[in-house]
């Protein structure tokens, strides 16, 4: 952490073998990293397990497949769907694909 109390306070996240910094933080990047887990968490429960496609309606975005345009698995397709992009940022903060 910075000594001078006019600077940025910035915190040490990564050390290599020999103890050397070699990730750092700012103050408010460490209030966000502090955040992460709980973040993560509250995406989870908001997306949840089922899929947003109902009876061939999107539950979020609004959109409507029919008959074979309906997709199997009941996740929306919509790049742009905030479904979508929330089970992307999970999976990528899972350490999958996005």
């Excluded at 290599?16 to 966000?32: A, M, P, R, S, Y």
């Amino acid at each position: 952490m910075s000594s001078n109390p006019d600077e940025t306070k910035t915190y040490s996240l990564m050390h290599d073998q020999t103890g050397k910094c070699i990730e750092t933080i700012d103050e408010n990047g460490f209030d966000l990293w502090l955040a992460a887990q709980d973040l993560l968490d509250a995406l989870i429960d908001r997306v949840g397990d089922l899929p947003p496609i109902h009876d061939g309606k999107c539950s979020v975005c609004g959109r409507e497949y029919f008959g074979d345009d309906i997709p199997a698995d009941g996740m929306c397709p919509a790049d742009d769907c905030p479904d979508t992009t929330a089970r992307g940022a999970i999976a990528k903060a899972k350490g999958g694909a996005a």
